[in-house]
């Protein structure tokens, strides 16, 4: 199985974030991004597993309130 790339916009319509949003936070290291042609690409696998793992600490963070 092959891992999907994503382009800026195809990261940001699902979070429902502006494209410069996403652009901003990437530039800060989250979600994992490399560039091709001075252009953002995300592995579909590792911006899933990045969704999952800010859902599970925002859960946490809500039962430990």
Same mark, same amino acid.
């Given at each position: 199985m092959t891992d999907e790339i994503l382009t800026l916009p195809e990261v940001a319509q699902p979070l429902k974030v502006a494209e410069k949003t996403v652009c901003t936070m990437t530039q800060? +290291?989250?979600?994992?991004?490399?560039?091709? +042609? +001075?252009?953002?690409?995300?592995?579909?696998? =590792?911006?899933? =597993?990045?969704?999952? =793992?800010k859902t599970r600490r925002a859960a946490g963070e809500e039962e430990s309130t």
């Open positions: 800060k +290291g989250e979600p994992p991004a490399f560039k091709v +042609g +001075g252009q953002w690409r995300f592995r579909r696998m =590792a911006s899933d =597993a990045w969704i999952d =793992a």
